[in-house]
């Protein structure tokens, strides 16, 4: 079985694999629909022949016949048929104009594609109309409230289409595609949608979809970071709860925290790095898969279960500042341990390590420290808290001086921390196995080297919403006990900060801060996009080289 699994790792990721075994006969579904059906690809138009670009439904279609296992030169890809779908008022004159393409077409039933390009079905049954759907793609068309309830459609497509509220429990709908189409309230507990695929709609919703039951195996969730090819945002409420996810890959779908996967299959499923926390609830069979990049690491049962009691343990730990909440005395404090405040929490732990290791260095700090915190005390918001916490950490860590991190010669690497893993997993069997995909997963990662000279060079990348990008290059720099960061000299003299490192994470300066040194000299070493930034990033205690083949690609 290991072995079987490591050969599927090796396979490219179609997610339609499950609809090749039914258009072979080895699927055991087949027998509820008969003979299986060849999509055809729509561009039919003078304007598609001459090179405009495809309609969503031409490019879905193009995919499932690719996926069949037929082989169509592009010139004799079967000609699409499309419907003008405002002019369909009732299902019989929907069955009927299905029927008359179909008849027009000189290509077999079975390879016929049609387009229902706009419509209002809204609140429609197509559950009687089941022996005319297959092969069909609705385009623009607003189908809220539909039923469809126990239906058995193959290569059933939605593109940019509205779906709100309708109902597909218990339906079987193999080959299933969804393109930026609104799934707010759907309801599909108990359905069939393997080998299906869901991508875009960044503007849409899914929002309560209920996929609770469903069998899912080899269905594909693709989300980019663009405006064309990204996920909704809103997807508050999705359930999994009991459904099979064998061979499903959702690790691009930002599930974080807003899906119900309450005893979800999870055998050979995908994932991403940063959804581990979120599923301590699923039913874990044989394997999972985590994917970061290119990288795809197989944990077992065991393992993906000793990695989930790490993360939850130190997630629990990093929600507490450094002093007891329900000790709280100050409205700062009671701040500080409000909802959503993590950072606040952050740095106060931060502090509270620099304070003490600098007390060793120089217990003339104690009194300054007693000052500094009356003046935090004085602030009425969470920007001012802040703020004081930053200036107050730079302080500390220029009084504590360069903690040497690295010995010339040597590098290191830090990305984001999707996880949250505690210190003391670092270096673990299991922490080396998950490494690759923590690399490949991350959309931030610096690489800091130091000189024979005891100077440092950094570089980094960062890439944010609608792929705004970062990026970080400073050489030279050296640790300045004024500030608290390591700088570099500008043409002018002045010392711009670059970074700073706080227990084995790496800060990037952000326009400038601390507040003595103008932006336009910080602009010089790192710019971001409006949507992108640099974050705090940890650091990746593993083998060098094994960091390069994972990073490079993207430092470079």
């Known amino acids: 079985m290991e072995r079987e699994v490591e050969e599927n790792m090796r396979q490219p990721i179609t997610g339609n694999t499950s609809w090749q075994k039914w258009m072979r006969g080895s699927h055991p579904g087949k027998a509820l629909v008969g003979s299986a059906m060849f999509l055809a690809g729509i561009c039919a138009t003078e304007a598609a022949a001459q090179g405009a670009p495809q309609s969503p439904c031409a490019q879905q279609s193009a995919i499932l016949l690719d996926d069949s296992g037929e082989r169509w030169a592009s010139e004799n890809k079967p000609v699409p048929l499309v419907i003008d779908g405002s002019q369909l008022k009732s299902p019989t004159a929907f069955r009927d104009a299905i029927e008359r393409a179909r008849a027009q077409s000189d290509r077999h039933p079975s390879e016929t594609f049609v387009e229902i390009a706009g419509g209002n079905f809204s609140g429609w049954d197509f559950a009687g109309l089941v022996n005319h759907l297959a092969n069909i793609c609705f385009h623009q068309s607003d189908l809220s409230y539909s039923r469809w309830d126990a239906s058995t459609v193959p290569n059933l497509i939605f593109a940019r289409s509205t779906l709100t509220g309708a109902s597909f429990l218990n339906a079987t709908l193999p080959g299933v595609r969804f393109q930026d189409t609104s799934l707010r309230d759907v309801d599909m507990q108990d359905a069939r949608l393997d080998g299906g695929h869901f991508s875009g709609g960044w503007d849409t919703t899914v929002d309560g979809w209920n996929l ?18 990204g996920c909704p945002l809103d997807r508050d409420g999705i359930s999994f709860r009991g459904a099979d996810l064998t061979d499903v890959d959702i690790s691009s779908f930002p599930t974080w925290g807003q899906s119900d996967f309450t ?11 940063q959804q581990i926390p979120y599923l301590g609830d699923a039913s874990i069979h044989a394997s999972v898969l985590v994917v970061g990049g290119a990288a795809q ?3 077992d049962r065991a393992e993906f279960a000793s990695l989930q009691t790490v993360v939850g343990a130190y997630a629990l730990e990093s929600m507490e500042p450094s002093f007891a909440c329900e000790k709280a005395r100050s409205r700062v404090e009671r701040m500080i341990c409000g909802e959503l405040q993590d950072n606040l929490r952050y740095l106060d732990r931060v502090m509270a390590v620099l304070f003490m290791d600098t007390r060793r260095v120089a217990p003339g700090v104690i009194p300054a420290q007693k000052r500094w915190m009356r003046e935090r005390d004085r602030c009425a918001d969470v920007a001012c808290v802040e703020n004081a916490y930053l200036d107050r950490i730079a302080r500390l860590n220029g009084i504590r001086g360069d903690v040497g991190f690295l010995e010339p010669g040597q590098s290191a690497f830090f990305i984001h921390d999707t996880v949250g893993l505690p210190e003391s997993f670092i270096g673990t069997p299991l922490y080396d196995k998950i490494v690759p995909a923590l690399a490949g997963a991350s959309r931030m990662s610096a690489r800091v080297t130091r000189a024979p000279d005891g100077s440092y060079t950094i570089w980094g990348q960062a890439i944010g919403a609608n792929a705004h990008t970062c990026s970080l290059y400073g050489t030279g720099a050296r640790f300045d006990s004024y500030s608290g960061w390591y700088s570099v000299e500008a043409a002018d003299g002045r010392k711009v900060p670059l970074f700073q490192i706080l227990e084995g994470t790496l800060h990037v300066t952000a326009n400038g801060k601390p507040q003595d040194f103008p932006a336009r000299e910080d602009q010089a070493y790192v710019t ?6 640099f974050t705090a990033m940890r650091r990746l205690d593993h083998d060098p080289e094994l960091l390069e083949r994972w990073l490079v690609p993207f430092l470079d």
């Not at 609770?212 to 090819?229: K, P």
């Open 212 to 229: 609770s039951g469903a069998i899912m195996t080899e269905f594909r969730f693709e989300c980019g970071i663009t405006i064309s090819d």
């Open 528 to 533: 971001c996009g409006a949507r992108a930034s």
């Open 297 to 299: 690491v197989l944990l």
């Open 263 to 273: 005893g979800a299959i999870f055998q050979r499923t995908r994932i991403s790095p």
